[in-house]
């Protein structure tokens, strides 16, 4: 499976893959399919492509490690722009569509409606983590900062499940919210031991000690 992740194919075949649900949603608006309210139909598609791919970005570390998949690192920062890319035009589809571009209207709603506010938190904070997936900027900000920098995603994930959350409050339906909600805190508990288990001190091996190795202070 390592083998194919890192054909020189891969990269183009994700990359096309993760377009597909926008070329699909473009097709539709071009055909009529995109049902009876095809403003609705595109704001809410792109929302879940945004949480969906946030989710996809929050397992490429467990399965990189359970599955012992280490080429899957390679796709990390594609799948995080495509959740970047699918929140661009969730907020422009809401913007033109709910809005007509009117950026006053958008600043109250923004400000108004508790769930919007929310989901515009998430897309703040999410920018700076596109902005910063490229290899200058990780050399710019060093290791360190970078990846406390992108630790922001599970914060990310947490609004985007709020946002969700009270969006669905109106209409008493929460089964998806649930789906993900389920799928965002385990991927964060796997991330939480994993976090531990790689702190914990390794044993010094019996071999060492019979080499008269002092402990460490
Ligand atoms: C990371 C950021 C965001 C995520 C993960 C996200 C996700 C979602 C999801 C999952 C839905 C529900 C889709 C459904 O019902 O199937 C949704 C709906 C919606 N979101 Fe977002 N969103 C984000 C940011 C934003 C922003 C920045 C805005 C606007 C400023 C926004 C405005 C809306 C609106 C207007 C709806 C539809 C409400 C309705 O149809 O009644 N979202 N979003």
Redesign the pocket.
């Known amino acids: 499976m390592n083998k194919a992740l890192l054909h020189p194919a891969a990269k183009p075949l994700v990359f096309l893959l993760c377009l597909l649900p926008f070329a699909w949603l473009v097709y539709g608006a071009f055909t009529d399919g995109l049902g009876a309210n095809p403003a609705?139909h595109l704001?809410?598609?792109?929302?879940?492509w945004?949480?969906r791919f946030?989710c996809i970005v929050l397992a490429v570390t467990p399965l990189r490690v359970l599955a012992r998949l280490q080429a899957l690192a390679r796709f990390r920062r594609m799948l995080g722009l495509f959740?970047y890319f699918y929140?661009v035009v969730?907020?422009l589809s809401?913007?033109w569509f709910?809005q007509g571009f009117d950026i006053a209207e958008?600043a109250a709603?923004?400000v108004n409606r508790p769930?919007?506010l929310v989901?515009?938190a998430?897309?703040l904070?999410?920018t700076p983590l596109a902005a910063t997936s490229f290899n200058r900027a990780i050399k710019a900000l060093g290791a360190r900062r970078w990846q406390a920098l992108h630790k922001l995603v599970y914060l990310?994930?947490g609004?985007?499940?709020l946002?969700?959350f009270w969006?669905?409050e109106?209409k008493n339906d929460f089964a998806?919210v649930a789906v993900?909600a389920v799928i965002v805190a385990l991927l964060l508990t796997w991330r939480v031991g994993y976090y531990f288990k790689k702190k914990q001190p390794k044993r010094a091996s019996p071999a060492a000690g019979a080499r008269g190795r002092s402990p460490a202070p």
Do not use: K, S
Not at 43 to 48: C, K, L, N, P, S
């Open positions: 609705e704001i809410r598609a792109t929302g879940d945004t949480l946030i959740a929140v969730h907020l809401y913007g709910d958008i709603d923004i769930f919007i989901g515009f998430a897309f904070l999410l990310i994930a609004l985007g499940l946002h969700f969006m669905r109106g998806e993900y």
